[in-house]
């Protein structure tokens, strides 16, 4: 590898593939690497590290867009294949974006690090890489209303109106995206954390 091979950042965006998973709850990940990909021209049709992957620059960093194909649950095989071929530490270099039942709709949460949550991509993530310490987005999907199985409901389609306000958070995760690689997480942090939180 090359020093012009090399990114200095990774950032995956989780969900699982196919088209009846498309536009799930559980893909919003999958939806901000597709607008930062249209966003910055990045084509992302290579297949490796079971993921579908493009290089390219954000902001003036480059850096490798990944949607792993691996099911959500086995998202940190994909993740610790990608780190590991370009020898990068998932705490200086990994931003990644998923899904979350405990913030509204339209709402993001950026950490620095943290727990699984109960989310299996993260724990995934954590097992494979043997660190919680790298950087994630969160994307409000909305609490399951009572009574609904949890994998039903992550795995099901927005309303009309929850769609539009996923789609508003998908545009700041893609705005802080740019923050979060020229580090400026905290700046980030202040600007998106605290917006449309009830």
Not at 34 to 60: P, R
């Amino acid at each position: 590898m090359t020093a012009e091979d090399k990114v200095m950042y990774v950032i995956a965006g989780l969900g699982n593939p196919g088209r009846k998973y498309e536009n799930t709850r559980h893909n919003v990940g999958f939806d901000v690497i597709d607008m930062l990909a249209e966003q910055y021209n990045i084509n992302m049709n290579t297949k490796k590290y079971q993921a579908l992957c493009g290089t390219g620059v954000i902001e003036g960093v480059k850096v490798l867009l990944v949607k792993p194909q691996t099911y959500m649950n086995l998202s940190g095989d994909s993740i610790a294949s990608v780190l590991e071929f370009y020898k990068l530490d998932a705490a200086g270099s990994l931003i990644v974006i998923f899904d979350d039942i405990s913030l509204a709709p339209g709402s993001i949460r950026i950490r620095k690090k943290g727990s699984a949550g109960g989310h299996n991509g993260i724990r995934s993530i954590i097992g494979r890489c043997g660190s919680s310490d790298f950087s994630r987005i969160k994307i409000g999907v909305g609490e399951k209303p009572p009574g609904w199985d949890l994998a039903d409901y992550v795995l099901g389609h927005f309303s009309k109106e929850e769609r539009k306000c996923a789609d508003d958070a998908v545009k700041d995760a893609c705005k802080a995206v740019g923050y979060m690689i020229n580090d400026r997480t905290d700046q980030a942090m202040n600007e998106f954390n605290k917006k449309k939180q009830e």
